[in-house]
């Protein structure tokens, strides 16, 4: 994983906050790893037992044709019943209607909510309307050219064909993750 502590800490900052921490980006870009991130970070440094924190991803073929009713089910079964649940919903923009399930789920549970979702459907969403006052958004970029050189920098190649090669290439991290050439 490419550490991406300048997210990790802001959204950090919200935790166990009534704020639904809302985290859209393009597709790739990263948000999936800073979820684990901080779900790593609460278990390790906040004591959260693993019990607690519960995490979907809702792009997969398992939610497929899941309805909102079906959703807000599938996330009450596994809330904690004896203490707050750390709930981390990954790309919720599958399932029409997910703002109604999450703004219930924000307002009738002890849940410290974490979700993700592509830029475009989960601003064209209904979001403002169910969730205003209730959230704060985090966008999250590709990788800085910073943030490519430090997870490069064993590579054995110069600040400056890194930039080429950034440049070129872009900052997705699977980028940063091979070893591409603008012909593989």
Known sequence: MINRPLYVDKIMAYTDTP????????????KST?????????QQEHDIPYERIVSMRFDS???????????????????????????FLDEVQEIEGWEKVVNSLAT????DLYVTGSNSRMMS????TYLTGRY??????????QEYLEFKKESG???????????RMGGFPIVALGNFD???
């Open 125 to 128: 969403s209904e979001i403002a």
């Open 157 to 167: 190649r110069t600040a400056k064909e890194l930039l080429n090669e950034y440049i």
């Open 34 to 42: 800073v979820l684990k991130m901080i779900m790593e970070k609460l």
């Open 182 to 184: 603008e012909h593989s």
């Open 108 to 111: 009738d549970y002890d849940v």
């Open 19 to 30: 704020f639904v921490k809302v985290l859209t980006g393009v597709r790739r870009c990263g």
């Open 61 to 87: 073929m398992d939610y497929e044709d899941m309805t909102a009713k079906d959703m807000f089910k599938a996330v009450k079964e596994k809330l904690n019943p004896t203490g707050r649940t750390y709930l």
């Open 136 to 145: 704060v958004s985090f966008r999250i970029y590709t990788l800085s050219f």
